[in-house]
C-alpha cells in the first residue's frame, strides 16, 4: 500500500512566515522523580526566558511514593511568588499506575496549547531541541506533526542505558518495519503535534505500554496528516523508573 503520510516539500504555496503568537503544551509523564525535579523545572523557566512563547507544562504523574507531588507544587508556588506568567504547571495525577503512553494519552486530551509537544522530564531531547520543533510548525502552516529522530549522521544519540534496552529497542524496530513508517525512529519519544492535528487523531489513539509514537504514527496515516522527520539529539540520562523490561516485553508480544 503506498505511503499515505505526506510530505511538507510536496505541498504547493507552503508559507514561511506565521506572526501570529502561539502557545505551546509540553506533556511529560513522570513518576518518582523528586530528586530532579526542582532543577529540571528550574532549567526549563530559565530556557523560556529567551523566547516570546507562553508555556503549558502538563506533567502526568503516576501515584509516587516519593516526593515528587511536593516538588511539583513547590516549583508551582515558585512560580505564583515571582509572578511568572510565561510558565505555567499543571499537575494531571493519575489514581492508578497507568504508565508511559497512556499518561501521554491523558495529557493529549488534556493540551490546550497551539503546539503540542511530548517528550521526558530529564531533557534527554535538549530544550534547544524542542524549541527547533515549535519553529518547524510556526514556519510551515501546512505541517500536522514533527517526529524527531535519534539516529541521523548529524545529530549522534549519546547513550547511558545498558545493552540490553538497545536490544530490545532494536528488536521492537524489526518487528515494525513492515509497516514502512515515514522515519528511521518510530520509537522516538519526542513528538511535536499542532493541534489541529491533535484534534484529528485523539479520538482513535489507542496508546499502551511503554511506546506511544507507532500507534501515533498509524493513526496519522489514517488519517493523511503531515509529517516532518527532524534530526534531534539525544542524551539518554537517568534510567526511567518504569520497569521497562516488562514494558518492552508487552511491546514485543
Same mark, same amino acid.
Given at each position: 500500500? +503506498?505511503?499515505?503520510?505526506?510530505?511538507?516539500?510536496?505541498?504547493?504555496?507552503?508559507?514561511?512566515?506565521?506572526?501570529?503568537?502561539?502557545?505551546? $503544551?509540553?506533556?511529560? @509523564?513522570? *513518576?518518582?522523580?523528586?530528586?530532579?525535579?526542582? /532543577?529540571?523545572?528550574?532549567?526549563?523557566?530559565?530556557? #523560556? +526566558?529567551?523566547? @516570546?512563547?507562553?508555556?503549558?507544562?502538563?506533567?502526568?504523574?503516576?501515584?509516587?511514593?516519593?516526593?515528587?507531588?511536593?516538588?511539583? #507544587?513547590?516549583?508551582?508556588?515558585?512560580?505564583? !511568588?515571582?509572578?511568572?506568567?510565561?510558565?505555567?504547571?499543571?499537575?494531571?495525577?493519575?489514581?492508578?499506575?497507568?504508565?508511559?503512553?497512556?499518561?501521554? =494519552?491523558?495529557?493529549?486530551? &488534556?493540551?490546550?496549547?497551539?503546539?503540542?509537544?511530548?517528550? $521526558? #522530564?530529564?531533557?534527554?531531547?535538549?530544550?534547544?531541541?524542542?524549541?527547533?520543533?515549535? &519553529?518547524?510548525?510556526?514556519?510551515?502552516?501546512?505541517?500536522?506533526?514533527?517526529?524527531?529522530?535519534?539516529?541521523?549522521? +548529524?545529530?549522534?544519540?549519546? =547513550?547511558? +542505558?545498558?545493552?540490553?534496552?538497545?536490544?530490545?529497542?532494536?528488536?521492537?524496530?524489526?518487528?515494525?518495519?513492515?509497516?514502512?513508517?515515514? /522515519?528511521?525512529?518510530?520509537?522516538? @519519544?519526542?513528538?511535536?503535534?499542532?493541534?489541529?492535528?491533535?484534534?484529528?487523531?485523539?479520538?482513535?489513539?489507542?496508546? *499502551?505500554?511503554?511506546?506511544?509514537? @507507532?500507534?501515533? #504514527?498509524?493513526?496519522?496515516?489514517?488519517?493523511?496528516?503531515?509529517?516532518? !522527520?527532524?534530526?534531534?539529539?539525544?542524551?539518554?540520562?537517568?534510567?526511567?523508573?518504569?520497569?521497562?523490561?516488562?514494558?518492552?516485553?508487552?511491546?514485543?508480544?
Amino acid at each position: 500500500e +503506498r505511503n499515505r503520510f505526506q510530505s511538507c516539500r510536496e505541498r504547493p504555496g507552503m508559507s514561511t512566515t506565521n506572526t501570529t503568537a502561539m502557545t505551546a $503544551s509540553f506533556i511529560v @509523564p513522570v *513518576k518518582n522523580e523528586a530528586a530532579r525535579m526542582f /532543577t529540571n523545572l528550574q532549567d526549563l523557566e530559565f530556557f #523560556l +526566558r529567551k523566547f @516570546p512563547l507562553q508555556m503549558e507544562l502538563l506533567l502526568v504523574m503516576d501515584p509516587s511514593p516519593d516526593a515528587t507531588e511536593e516538588e511539583i #507544587l513547590k516549583y508551582q508556588k515558585h512560580l505564583q !511568588e515571582i509572578q511568572n506568567d510565561q510558565l505555567s504547571i499543571r499537575l494531571l495525577k493519575n489514581k492508578h499506575s497507568l504508565g508511559r503512553s497512556r499518561s501521554v =494519552a491523558e495529557g493529549l486530551q &488534556q493540551a490546550t496549547g497551539d503546539v503540542i509537544l511530548v517528550g $521526558s #522530564l530529564g531533557w534527554s531531547v535538549p530544550l534547544a531541541e524542542v524549541f527547533q520543533t515549535i &519553529q518547524e510548525i510556526l514556519l510551515t502552516p501546512n505541517l500536522d506533526l514533527v517526529i524527531g529522530n535519534r539516529h541521523t549522521s +548529524r545529530k549522534k544519540r549519546t =547513550a547511558h +542505558r545498558s545493552s540490553w534496552y538497545w536490544t530490545l529497542e532494536n528488536m521492537l524496530k524489526e518487528k515494525l518495519a513492515p509497516e514502512d513508517f515515514p /522515519t528511521q525512529d518510530p520509537l522516538t @519519544p519526542f513528538l511535536g503535534f499542532r493541534k489541529s492535528a491533535r484534534d484529528k487523531i485523539k479520538a482513535d489513539l489507542n496508546l *499502551k505500554g511503554w511506546f506511544y509514537s @507507532p500507534d501515533i #504514527l498509524r493513526t496519522a496515516r489514517k488519517r493523511g496528516l503531515i509529517l516532518k !522527520e527532524i534530526p534531534i539529539l539525544s542524551q539518554d540520562q537517568q534510567p526511567s523508573k518504569i520497569p521497562l523490561f516488562k514494558e518492552y516485553l508487552r511491546n514485543l508480544f
